[in-house]
């Protein structure tokens, strides 16, 4: 088994024995390892990681702190123990899930003659057994960056210890010689003991600088600030022609390219003392910044360096730390400039078990119309983790968000300084990119060659030709043995053994040769093919994979990928016999008429034909995650149970355009009204411009609709719903503490309405629930999480509930939809010939006039017009009189203002079985509005039954007009439309339309004599009473 020490820090040390730096050691058995050296301190942070081997649970974890002795001297005496605490293996099995949460530990102090052991502190120590055996165990792999330490069997009790990098301000990492130079650095200081005559005193410090002079393997020339551009036009006279390195595969965080010189923006962005940095250092919260000068570095390549530190501002996760900067030119011509960062940052958590990189990248830009020299700068990053640790995939995530941050902050000031060209200026890297790849693209006898040059068919082809030639140069010979006209026997055993290695060889090549030319005939290879129509158009550049596993025999795979976006799919070519295959191939999507949310990928081997092809791993990538830079160069890790332990990764790029603009917002706006059955209007840019940045979403993201709502929680927050055509967003600001998340409509499993209740505040609600494992970013928005893991978002409190119900509802219901149920509904919505009902901008329903309306009810009842109206209140009369109408679970929600004197509100019940055989479940949006004269009220109805024959291909529509009779005002006349709007069409068109004209007109009867009865019946009682 493997135990994990994790060393978080120590506390209350003692101040009479602390004399010096101070440091752990921990050891478990015969195997010990040591942490970093603090300076003396009372309250120390190491926060560092070690691992052991454990062969026996009765072993024992002893971690000690050490007070080192300033002068070790020639004999090297030991340092003095500060405190140390011992705990047995065995006690951590019995945690939870073999882990021990950070605990505080007593340091002892051990007995010395007559004294007594005593508390020196304690020791903050988190513990994790893994594993069940040593034999499906390895340890990790050593780094010589590395803090994390291991201990093998193999080795004797002495600790096994990586060197650290040091860093000073005039040299980069120094390395320690082996053998000679090891022998060459114990001789000078020999030399130094015993010579004093010679040498003289010597100040500590320049003891220490002779010291370090003893392990280096090189020479460094320093620059001062002053000679900068020296450094730079040495660089360049020493240039060897090098490429500009490709950028690191975390992604790109800046792309942009600015009006200014490459020489310039350079000098800019790395001269010593620049104004741009201590800027930048300003408006992050940067302090304590130190430039080191640059110096010359002659190893295997010359290349300037410099040392940057620092202490990075706080954050809401992290205190502030101190950070390290090592900069590296690794090409500078006058025209490119590349510049490789590494950045330390030991003091955070788990700080010693990686380092991020970041690679500038500076190059002459586009031509510009008014010929200024333009130059482009592309900032890519990657994480490079010396040592296995399980919080890798947090670390990772929260290092881009950071970076994501911090670079949106570096590159508005650098548009404070800079110019930035106009992307309309000229054309997109797009072309350019794809250009190349179709230049890099292996042709098929390239890929042909590749595949059949290896040993297995070179060889039999040799064999083949020499028996060939052996049978050409040989004569006849006697027939023997069993042998007769026709049939030649081998003779010896050779000859039959020769003759089998011959046949298999034969039976793999041809094999091969099979498989081959399967995997060109079946491959249904999209490169190159052109997307078609007008609207959201993807483009994919699949560049190629690393470190695929192999699922064959013969230790290969022959990847192939599958790429799915709204339903449509593209696949690649088949990449045979590889691990890291190269594609190098584009593959374009049809137009689609809303943007995308999510790209599927997926990578199979190819098995044949006939065979189930196995999946290699698989990813999704989230376009609103990533901004349009991060696209175009995106390094994807893949999932899955053959991916992961492998690492597997594919190098895409990927370009997502609208190339029709706004005329295909509008297009899909005008769609989804008919789908909302209301009118939705453009948001004006401003608008749009300032919810993507609420919500840092992409450009082409564009608003739909928002609304004021509660988020209902332990206790309510008022904020604001978002609605875009991919995402559902909540916002809100409480006194400074802001509150937003969103996630996509295709995570919504369900969305269902609350009726009104006492805890709702009388107010309808809407429960939003997500699919297992979608929205794990949002999670802190929901209410609750369900036994199935599916989280629930509750929101109340809606100015206008049934239209943000209805269009919320809508919306997902369009997202949701296949692709064969768009293109039948877009079929429906043809057939309906523009006949449908929307709320129009003054807020009335519109479409009754396209339908035919019959009057199929019409009377005078003795009643006022007030007492007729409350069947449509929501009181007690109306919820009567439909329960004895034969409606089940009748609910309603309240009249709300939709405009001045128009109000609207939501009807649901289902019909029992004598109104209707099927049940049948009815959901109506009412709208009432006084008539012109002011002596009456007008309700209009729309009405859509579910779970009855033919439910969805029809709409029923009433309109009611109530008015009080001009010379009589304790009596009404009431008047009563019908019509029905035919969403598709059908053969029982007509028996339908007559059997709903007849239930309807005999039903309205049955309702008013019962309103009418009520009325009566109540208004008896109360001159009785």
Not at 186 to 195: G, H, K, S, T, W
Not at 354 to 364: A, D, N, Q, S, T
Not at 568 to 574: A, I, P
Not at 894 to 914: G, L, M
């Given at each position: 088994?493997?135990?994990?020490?994790?060393v978080?820090?120590?506390?209350?040390?003692?101040?009479?024995?602390?004399?010096?730096?101070?440091?752990?050691?921990?050891?478990?058995?015969?195997?010990?390892?040591?942490?970093?050296?603090?300076?003396?301190?009372?309250n120390?942070v190491?926060?560092?990681?070690?691992?052991?081997?454990?062969?026996d649970?009765?072993?024992?974890?002893?971690?000690?702190?050490?007070n080192?002795?300033?002068d070790?001297?020639?004999?090297?005496?030991?340092?003095?123990?500060l405190?140390?605490?011992?705990?047995?293996?065995?006690?951590?099995?019995?945690?939870?899930?073999?882990?021990?949460?950070p605990t505080?530990?007593?340091?002892?102090?051990?007995?010395?003659?007559?004294?007594?052991?005593?508390?020196?502190g304690?020791?903050?120590?988190?513990?994790?057994?893994?594993g069940?055996?040593?034999?499906?165990?390895?340890?990790?792999p050593?780094?010589?960056?590395?803090?994390?330490?291991?201990a093998?069997?193999?080795?004797?009790?002495?600790?096994?210890?990586?060197?650290?990098?040091?860093?000073?301000?005039?040299?980069?990492?120094?390395?320690?010689?082996?053998?000679?130079?090891?022998?060459?650095a114990?001789?000078?200081?020999?030399?130094?003991?015993?010579?004093k005559?010679?040498?003289?005193?010597?100040s500590?410090?320049?003891?220490?600088?002779?010291?370090?002079?003893?392990?280096?393997?090189?020479?460094?020339?320093?620059?001062?600030?002053?000679n900068?551009?020296?450094?730079?036009?040495?660089?360049l006279?020493?240039?060897?022609?090098?490429?500009v390195?490709?950028?690191?595969?975390?992604?790109?965080?800046l792309?942009?390219?600015?009006?200014?010189?490459?020489i310039n923006?350079?000098?800019?962005?790395?001269?010593?003392?620049?104004?741009?940095q201590?800027?930048?250092?300003?408006?992050?919260?940067?302090?304590?910044?130190?430039?080191?000068?640059?110096?010359?570095?002659?190893?295997?390549?010359?290349?300037?360096?410099?040392t940057?530190?620092y202490t990075?501002?706080?954050?809401?996760?992290?205190?502030?730390?101190?950070?390290?900067?090592?900069q590296?030119?690794?090409?500078?011509d006058?025209?490119?400039?590349?510049?490789?960062?590494?950045?330390?940052?030991p003091?955070?958590?788990?700080g010693?078990?990686?380092?991020?990189?970041?690679?500038?990248?500076?190059?002459?830009?586009?031509?510009?119309s008014?010929?200024?020299?333009?130059?482009?700068?592309?900032?890519?990053?990657?994480?490079?983790f010396?040592?296995?640790?399980?919080?890798r995939?947090m670390?990772?995530?929260g290092?881009?968000q950071?970076?994501?941050?911090?670079?949106?902050?570096f590159a508005?000031?650098?548009?404070?300084?800079?110019?930035?060209?106009?992307?309309?200026?000229?054309?997109t890297?797009?072309?350019?990119?794809?250009?190349t790849?179709?230049?890099d693209?292996?042709?098929?006898?390239?890929?042909?060659?590749?595949?059949?040059?290896?040993?297995?068919?070179?060889?039999?082809?040799?064999?083949?030709?020499?028996?060939?030639?052996?049978?050409?140069?040989?004569?006849?010979?006697?027939?023997?043995?069993?042998?007769?006209?026709?049939?030649?026997?081998?003779?010896?055993?050779?000859?039959?053994?020769?003759?089998?290695?011959?046949?298999?060889?034969?039976?793999?090549?041809?094999?091969?040769?099979?498989?081959?030319f399967?995997?060109?005939?079946?491959?249904?290879?999209?490169h190159?093919?052109?997307?078609?129509?007008?609207?959201?158009?993807?483009?994919?550049?699949?560049?190629?994979?690393?470190?695929?596993?192999?699922?064959?025999?013969?230790?290969?795979?022959?990847?192939?990928?599958?790429f799915?976006c709204?339903?449509?799919?593209?696949?690649?070519?088949?990449k045979?016999q590889?691990?890291?295959?190269?594609?190098?191939e584009?593959?374009?999507?049809?137009?689609m008429?809303?943007?995308?949310?999510?790209?599927?990928v997926?990578?199979f081997?190819?098995?044949?034909?006939?065979?189930q092809?196995?999946s290699?791993?698989h990813?999704?990538?989230?376009?609103?995650?990533?901004?349009?830079?991060?696209?175009s160069?995106?390094?994807?890790s893949?999932?899955?149970?053959?991916?992961?332990?492998?690492?597997?990764?594919?190098?895409?790029?990927?370009?997502?355009?609208?190339?029709?603009?706004?005329?295909?917002?509008?297009?899909y706006?005008?769609?989804?009204?008919?789908?909302?059955?209301?009118?939705?209007?453009?948001?004006?840019?401003?608008?749009?411009?300032?919810?993507?940045?609420?919500?840092g979403?992409?450009?082409?993201?564009?608003?739909i609709?928002?609304?004021?709502?509660?988020l209902?929680?332990?206790?309510p927050?008022q904020?604001?719903?978002?609605?875009s055509?991919r995402?559902?967003?909540?916002?809100?600001?409480?006194?400074?503490?802001k509150?937003?998340?969103?996630?996509l409509?295709?995570?919504?499993?369900?969305?269902?309405?609350?009726?009104?209740?006492?805890?709702?505040?009388?107010?309808?609600?809407?429960?939003?629930?997500?699919r297992?494992?979608?929205g794990?970013?949002?999670?802190?928005?929901?209410?609750s999480?369900?036994?199935?893991?599916?989280?629930?978002?509750?929101?109340?409190?809606?100015?206008?509930?049934?239209?943000?119900?209805?269009?919320?509802?809508?919306?997902?219901?369009t997202r949701?939809?296949t692709?064969e149920?768009k293109?039948?509904?877009?079929?429906?919505?043809?057939d309906?010939d523009?006949?449908?009902?929307?709320?129009?901008g003054?807020?009335?329903?519109?479409?009754?006039?396209?339908?035919?309306?019959?009057?199929?009810y019409?009377?005078?009842?003795?009643?006022?017009?007030?007492?007729l109206?409350?069947?449509?209140?929501g009181?007690?009369l109306?919820?009567?009189?439909m329960?004895?109408?034969?409606?089940?679970?009748?609910?309603?929600t309240?009249?709300?203002?939709?405009?001045?004197?128009?109000?609207?509100?939501?009807?649901?019940?289902?019909?029992?079985?004598?109104v209707?055989i099927?049940?049948?479940?009815?959901?109506?949006?009412q709208?009432?509005?006084p008539?012109?004269?002011?002596?009456?009220w007008?309700v209009g109805?729309?009405?859509?039954?579910?779970e009855?024959?033919?439910?969805?291909?029809?709409?029923?529509?009433?309109?009611?007009?109530?008015?009080t009779?001009?010379?009589?005002?304790?009596?009404?006349?009431?008047?009563?439309y019908?019509?029905?709007?035919w969403?598709?069409?059908?053969?029982?068109?007509?028996?339908?339309?007559?059997?709903?004209?007849?239930?309807?007109?005999?039903?309205?009867?049955?309702?008013?004599?019962?309103?009418?009865?009520?009325?009566?019946l109540?208004?008896?009682?109360?001159?009785?009473?």
């Open positions: 088994m493997r135990l994990y020490v994790y978080l820090e120590a506390r209350d040390l003692s101040e009479t024995d602390l004399k010096g730096n101070v440091y752990a050691k921990i050891q478990v058995g015969k195997y010990k390892t040591k942490s970093r050296i603090v300076s003396k301190t009372l120390i190491w926060n560092e990681e070690f691992v052991f081997r454990v062969h649970m009765d072993e024992e974890l002893i971690v000690s702190i050490f080192q002795r300033d070790h001297g020639f004999f090297h005496l030991s340092d003095d123990l405190g140390r605490v011992r705990l047995p293996v065995w006690s951590v099995i019995a945690e939870d899930k073999q882990t021990l949460p505080w530990f007593s340091l002892e102090k051990p007995k010395t003659g007559k004294s007594t052991a005593k508390c020196s304690k020791i903050l120590l988190t513990l994790t057994l893994q069940e055996n040593n034999s499906n165990l390895e340890p990790p050593l780094s010589v960056h590395s803090r994390f330490h291991t093998d069997t193999n080795d004797s009790a002495c600790p096994i210890e990586q060197s650290q990098d040091t860093v000073n301000s005039t040299s980069s990492f120094r390395k320690i010689p082996e053998a000679k130079e090891l022998v060459k114990f001789a000078n200081r020999l030399e130094r003991l015993f010579n005559n010679e040498e003289g005193p010597k500590d410090s320049m003891n220490e600088d002779s010291l370090n002079s003893d392990y280096e393997d090189c020479m460094d020339e320093p620059f001062s600030s002053c900068f551009e020296e450094a730079i036009e040495l660089m006279s020493r240039d060897e022609d090098q490429e390195p490709d950028n690191l595969q975390g992604g790109i965080l792309d942009r390219s600015y009006v200014v010189s490459p923006l350079n000098a800019l962005l790395f001269a010593p003392n620049s104004q741009f201590r800027d930048l250092g300003e408006l992050q919260g940067t302090t304590d910044l130190q430039e080191g000068c640059w110096t010359w570095k002659s190893e295997n390549t010359s290349c300037l360096t410099r940057l530190t990075k501002a706080a954050t809401k996760l992290v205190k502030s730390v101190k950070a390290t900067e090592e590296t030119y690794l090409k500078a006058g025209r490119e400039f590349a510049v490789l960062i590494n950045v330390s940052t003091d955070v958590p788990y010693n078990c990686f380092k991020v990189e970041l690679l500038y990248r500076i190059m002459p830009g586009p031509e510009l008014s010929e200024e020299e333009s130059t482009r700068l592309v900032v890519s990053w990657s994480i490079n010396f040592q296995n640790t399980m919080m995939s670390i990772e995530g290092a881009r950071g970076l994501k941050e911090s670079f949106e902050q508005d000031l650098l548009a404070q300084n800079l110019k930035v060209v106009d992307s309309a200026e000229f054309p890297c797009k072309e350019n990119m794809l250009a790849l179709q230049m693209h292996k042709s098929d006898l390239e890929s042909t060659i590749n595949y059949f040059c290896n040993f297995t068919v070179v060889s039999t082809f040799v064999m083949i030709c020499y028996i060939l030639l052996h049978i050409l140069l040989s004569g006849p010979r006697e027939l023997q043995g069993l042998e007769f006209n026709g049939l030649d026997l081998p003779d010896t055993f050779g000859e039959l053994i020769t003759t089998g290695i011959l046949v298999l060889q034969v039976e793999h090549v041809f094999n091969m040769v099979s498989h081959f399967q995997a060109r005939l079946h491959r249904e290879n999209d190159g093919v052109k997307g078609q129509g007008d609207g959201w158009v993807l483009t994919v550049a699949l560049i190629e994979g690393s470190n695929f596993a192999s699922v064959d025999s013969t230790g290969f795979s022959d990847p192939y990928v599958v799915t709204n339903g449509k799919s593209r696949t690649s070519s088949v045979l590889t691990h890291d295959p190269q594609w190098n584009i593959l374009e999507f049809d137009a008429e809303e943007p995308p949310s999510v790209l599927d997926e990578v081997d190819f098995d044949g034909p006939f065979d092809a196995a290699l791993g990813a999704e990538i989230n376009f609103l995650r990533h901004t349009s830079a991060e696209l160069d995106m390094w994807v893949l999932d899955g149970k053959l991916a992961q332990p492998s690492q597997s990764r594919l190098h895409l790029r990927i370009f997502l355009e609208n190339n029709k603009g706004v005329e295909n917002i509008k297009e706006l005008t769609k989804m009204e008919k789908e909302v059955g209301m009118k939705l209007n453009l948001r004006s840019p401003y608008r749009n411009s300032m919810f993507q940045k609420l919500f979403l992409p450009p082409e993201e564009f608003l609709n928002d609304f004021s709502c509660y209902k929680r332990k206790m927050l904020g604001r719903l978002f609605l055509a995402i559902v967003g909540f916002y809100a600001n409480l006194f400074g503490h509150t937003k998340f969103f996630f409509w295709e995570d919504i499993e369900d969305i269902q309405v609350i009726a009104p209740s006492l805890s709702s505040v009388g107010s309808p609600s809407l429960v939003i629930v997500l297992k494992g979608r794990i970013d949002a999670s802190h928005g929901a209410k999480q369900d036994e199935e893991g599916r989280l629930r978002f509750h929101l109340q409190s809606f100015v206008s509930f049934g239209v943000a119900s209805r269009t919320i509802m809508a919306l997902w219901r949701t939809l692709t149920q293109g039948q509904r877009a079929e429906d919505w043809e309906q523009g006949r449908s009902i929307l709320v129009e003054d807020g009335k329903f519109s479409g009754f006039e396209d339908a035919t309306m019959s009057k199929v019409s009377a005078e009842h003795p009643v006022n017009i007030k007492s109206m409350g069947m449509f209140d009181g007690t109306e919820h009567n009189v329960v004895k109408s034969g409606c089940l679970n009748y609910e309603t309240s009249w709300e203002a939709v405009k001045p004197d128009i109000y609207e509100r939501q009807i649901s019940y289902k019909f029992n079985r004598h209707s099927f049940g049948g479940e009815v959901i109506s949006v709208q009432k509005f008539t012109a004269d002011g002596n009456g007008t109805e729309v009405m859509t039954l579910n009855v024959p033919f439910g969805d291909h029809f709409h029923v529509q009433l309109r009611y007009q109530i008015e009779p001009v010379l009589d005002s304790d009596s009404c006349h009431c008047d009563v019908m019509g029905i709007t969403l598709k069409g059908t053969k029982f068109q007509q028996r339908i339309a007559r059997n709903i004209s007849e239930k309807f007109t005999r039903r309205l009867r049955e309702i008013f004599v019962l309103v009418e009865r009520e009325l009566l109540a208004t008896s009682q109360n001159s009785l009473a």
